[in-house]
């Protein structure tokens, strides 16, 4: 056990990485902490993670699809495309909310023990992402309901989950580093969520963009993501495939690069501001 | 040198202070006045500047005018060996906590290195991350974790866990309806079964009752007998005489002693005497201010320390406008800030301050009381009327009991032993008679 260890200062740097290895057990002890009290004491349980989006997906379907009569994607039913989209919204709406308070939420730990503090905003992705892995019952339910099968594209959904992962993780680390300096964060992210809601094509599809404006649009990393979830499971009209999907690759790695960048630059100091 | 398993070299740490500026203090309370109004906008305008410069430059947001370099640590250094207990003592504010915390990897020193050889475990405040809502038995796989202990780790020493910390009945119970006593015991046994090189204690040993205090002392000399090293921070001085081989005393962020526990004690109550001497300013009430407070002896030179069942005796002094009846009131609380005592002047003899403007000194002389061994304080308020406070100022008068002993057996009634913080004696010792 000749583990030497130097203290000084910014000398973290040096093994960060495997120390975030190190502290895989405690990761996985956090996000499973966090998974199993989520929905503790609560009537309806893990039903949640399938309630919120077929609600809202009701309210999307009776007023943008009934009354303001917004086109589907091609023969796909409204219902269908808006579920999806909003399934994924939820993903991104929940841990960005969330990540604003998710180290502030933890200030004992961290003022008391050191570990990776990165730990602590991916393992709330993890349990957000488990939502949203379990919210996926409720498109299979409607799928079924609407007699609609899903095209070949489904193989490569693993490959979506991976990317909306990460289109995840990137602005929560950024938003979680930055709400332990500004806590302006806190009154900023719901009402930017909320907006968010309507930028993002969660009601309507991301084809009635005007194609030169596109690749603007694409540099929000949630379009590539949601019309990627769609051609992969509703199939639809394709077409995605062009340069705003490449648009939004760039961006969510761009997001990535900006919130680790972040989040390892004011991490040393948490333990002083919180 | 080689055998050091953590070595402190020249280590600093510094943060940033903000202060309000004279220009501004001078209108302090009265900004909001309808004169001062277009004052207060102009401040809130001008902070609002400057934490949007503060922002675009991604420095800290610190509040007030100016800002202040404040020293935490200063050029600290010092050496533990393998298997030694050393014991940390100094007032708060001293830099014991931010040492600490710069070990145990929390925060970054500003200066200067710690070279640690081996795994450090820090119990700084024992239930860390315990979570209400999950049972004893995923509490302690949680806690253990946080801890640095491994999942197989932990299974194996699970058991011993459970018993050390006598909750086998509960441990499928969410930890919210645990008693305080269940919780404390439970999370002192997730963490006396940590086995690090390093173990950092701070202040645990001021929990449960007397046989679980006695079990974690026990504890302590085991990991310490096993070649492990421990670093003990305490208040309380007798555990730093029964359970250390040496000890350092801090005192505004400077090492001031390094050597054995008796003669660290000693200097440590120097320590307090001298702020007593050179810093004491308490600012002022409306009308009174209070100007200095001392633990004196009969002969009226200060002491450092209160003898438990002795007269307890302060030498104020306090000075007034005369306006109205000012009472001088104690009000006595334990080292964490319990109110223990009250001794009001007006109310209990009905004396009051000179109606005369001006500056008085008085010894007030309070009946001896049993202080249980530990660490105490005394705020010290002017009121008017025993209706409202002019001058409160708090934990004016910090003092340690070193010893208590009621009786004629060699017994030291101690504040950790959880029984209370002062002694009750019989007026005559009881007579049993057949009923």
């Keep these: 056990m000749a583990q030497r260890l130097v203290i000084e200062l910014d000398r973290a740097d040096t093994n960060y990485w495997l120390d975030v290895w190190r502290f ?73 909310t969330e990540a604003g308070s998710t180290l502030i939420k ?10 990776p503090r990165l730990i602590v905003p991916a393992s709330l992705m993890v349990v957000n992402f488990v939502d949203f892995l379990i919210s996926f019952a409720i498109i299979a339910i409607l799928m079924i309901w609407y007699g609609f099968l899903p095209s070949w594209h489904i193989i490569l959904l693993p490959f979506f989950l991976v990317l909306a992962f990460v289109a995840n993780l990137g602005p929560g680390l950024w938003i979680a580093a930055l709400s332990v300096k500004y806590r302006d964060f806190r ?78 630059k004011t991490e040393k100091r948490f333990a002083d501001l919180l | 040198m080689s055998e050091a398993i953590v070595s402190v070299q020249n280590l600093s740490k510094q943060y940033l202070i903000g202060h309000q500026t004279d220009r501004f203090q001078a209108y302090g309370g009265a900004a ?39 020293s935490a640590l200063d050029d600290v250094s010092f050496d533990v060996k393998r298997g030694e207990v050393l014991g940390i003592i100094g ?44 049972s004893g038995r995923e509490n302690i796989f949680l806690n253990g974790a946080i801890l640095g202990m491994s999942r197989a780790e932990i299974r ?97 962020g400077k090492l001031v002693y390094d050597g054995n526990p008796a003669e660290a004690i000693r200097k440590y109550a120097e320590v307090l005497d001298q702020r007593r001497v050179e810093e004491q300013s308490f600012g002022k009430g409306t009308h009174t201010a ?34 109205a009846s000012y009472s001088v009131d104690l009000i006595l609380t334990t080292g964490d800030r319990q109110k223990l005592a009250l001794g009001a002047l007006q109310a209990f003899h009905g004396v009051t301050l000179p109606k005369e403007p001006g500056t008085y000194r008085a010894v007030l002389e309070i009946e001896p009381i049993w202080l249980a061994s530990g660490d105490y304080s005394l705020d010290i308020a002017t009121s008017i009327g025993n209706a409202a406070f002019d001058h409160y100022v708090e934990e004016a008068l910090p003092f340690q009991v070193l010893s208590c002993n009621p009786g004629d057996q060699s017994w030291d009634f101690q504040q950790i032993h959880g029984l209370g913080s002062f002694a009750i004696r019989h007026r005559r010792p009881p007579v049993f008679k057949p009923a």
């Design chain 2, 156 to 252: 194996k020493k699970f058991d011993e866990i459970v018993d050390f910390a006598q909750i086998e009945r509960f441990i499928d119970t969410p930890v919210k309806r645990y008693s305080s006593g269940m919780y404390v015991r439970l999370a002192f046994a997730v963490a006396a079964h940590v086995e690090p090189d390093i173990l950092i204690v701070d202040e645990v040993l001021a929990v449960g009752d007397t046989e679980f205090q006695n079990k974690c002392l026990g504890k302590m000399r085991e990991v310490s007998g096993g070649g492990r090293t421990v670093l003990l921070v305490s208040h309380n001085m007798s555990a730093i005489r029964n359970l250390t081989s040496r000890c350092i005393v801090m005192s505004a």
């Design chain 2, 91 to 134: 007032r708060n504010g001293g830099g014991k906590s931010t040492l600490l915390k710069i070990i145990s990897r929390i925060t970054e020193p500003s200066g200067g290195r710690v070279i640690i050889n081996g795994r450090v475990a820090s119990l700084l405040e024992i239930g860390t991350g315990f979570h209400p809502e999950l």
């Design chain 1, 106 to 115: 933890e200030t004992n730990l961290i003022t008391k023990v050191y570990f």
């Design chain 2, 32 to 70: 909001y006045d309808e004169g001062n109004l277009r004052l207060a906008i102009r401040r809130g305008v001008q902070g609002f500047l400057r934490s949007s410069k503060r922002l675009l430059r991604g420095e800290q947001m610190i509040r007030g005018d100016s800002v202040e370099e404040f």
């Design chain 1, 187 to 264: 009154y900023v992210l719901p009402f930017m969520v909320q907006l968010g809601m309507y930028v993002s094509p969660v009601g309507f599809t991301s084809n009635v963009i005007p194609d030169e404006w596109r690749w603007l649009y694409s540099l929000n990393p949630v379009v590539g993501i949601i019309d990627g979830f769609r051609w992969c499971i509703l199939g639809g009209q394709g077409g995605l495939f062009g340069i705003g999907f490449c648009w939004s690759l760039v961006a969510t790695g761009f997001f990535m690069w900006l919130g680790t960048r972040q989040f390892r």
């Design chain 2, 290 to 323: 209070i100007k200095s407070a001392y633990l004196v002896d009969e002969d009226g030179s200060p002491v450092p320390t209160y003898t438990a069942g002795e007269p307890l005796r302060v030498d104020v002094v306090i000075s007034t406008d005369g306006g």
């Design chain 1, 24 to 96: 895989r057990e405690l990761f996985l002890v956090l996000a499973w902490r966090d998974l199993s009290v989520r929905y503790k004491d609560t009537v309806f349980g893990v039903l949640w993670a399938l309630l919120r989006p077929f609600l809202a997906m009701l309210v999307f379907t009776v007023v943008f699809g009934k009354l303001a009569k917004l086109p589907s994607d091609g023969d796909v039913p409204y219902s269908l495309m808006v579920i999806v989209g909003m399934t994924v919204w939820s993903l991104f709406s929940a841990s960005w």
